[in-house]
């Protein structure tokens, strides 16, 4: 019997379900959400480059590049994601994975996963469910086998 792991996540919130086959109802095993990714623009610390003078022209430029500070807390939930998942993989509670993110978010968590965690990804689903009951994404399974 196969051991399935299901992360369904958003910049937000990551949903985890562990399934026994790709046609068994999943069941949630864990939930974890990034109280940050909630907060306004304003509520995030600036990131902003500090500017200078060009020497002789009287022009003004920034010095380095702007951070977004929304996507760097993006990518530090999805780190968080990606270290729930290797430790799973370390305790053997799963075989196979599956995850299913918007696709820009979806991105994030696939660079983050160690090689050995990513080397069990099965599938990808990209649509953004997490606000999705579990009954629509067992919908989405089977079909997942027959491609």
């Known amino acids: 019997m196969s051991r399935i792991r299901i992360v369904v996540a958003d910049q937000a919130e990551a949903v985890f379900y562990d399934a026994a086959s790709l046609t068994a109802p999943p069941t949630e095993v864990a939930r974890i959400a990034d109280a940050a990714a909630h907060l306004h623009d304003r509520e995030f610390s600036s990131d902003r480059p500090g500017r200078g003078h060009a020497k002789g022209r009287g022009t003004r430029h920034a010095f380095g590049g702007e951070n977004d500070p ?13 270290r ?8 053997d509670e799963y075989e196979d994975l599956i995850l299913v993110a918007g696709p820009p978010f979806l991105g994030l968590v696939r660079q ?27 919908g989405l399974l089977p079909a997942i086998s027959e491609a």
């Open 84 to 91: 729930r998942l290797d430790e799973a993989r370390r305790k």
């Open 70 to 82: 929304r996507q760097q807390e993006a990518v530090r939930f999805a780190r968080r994601i990606a």
């Open 112 to 138: 983050e996963l160690s090689g050995p965690t990513r080397a069990r990804v099965r599938h990808e689903i990209r649509k953004d469910l997490v606000h999705s009951p579990a009954a629509s994404l067992r």
